[in-house]
């Protein structure tokens, strides 16, 4: 599974929105649980920016501190585009990962 989020500029807030749909995606489609364990499988993310200039991001990164101690570190893909018209075609064509 995969989570596609696509951005027409680079305001800071992209890493957020991918977190939060990331993970209430695959808890609503990935996720299984008993009454001690709960598993949940992540979708692989990927961001498309529309709109790009140099100080648009190429990889949006994840720091996960836990309540344990444990920390879980992720890398998020992005692609940056230059294009004023998009059609879902294009889109679609366009290799992500």
């Known amino acids: ?13 992209m890493a957020d929105r ?5 993970v209430g995606g695959a808890m609503f489609h990935n996720m299984t649980s008993t009454k001690a364990r709960i598993d949940i499988a992540l979708p692989q993310p990927c961001v498309v920016f ?7 991001p190429r990889v949006l990164t994840w720091n996960v501190e836990c309540f344990d101690g444990q920390s879980l570190k992720l890398k998020i893909p992005a692609i ?6 998009l059609t879902s075609e294009k889109f679609f064509a366009y290799t992500m990962l």
């Open 1 to 13: 599974m995969y989570a596609i989020e696509i951005e027409q500029d680079s305001r800071g807030e």
């Open 18 to 22: 991918v977190l939060r749909y990331t």
């Open 80 to 85: 940056r585009l230059a294009c004023p018209i």
């Open 50 to 56: 529309l709109k790009s200039t140099r100080s648009t």
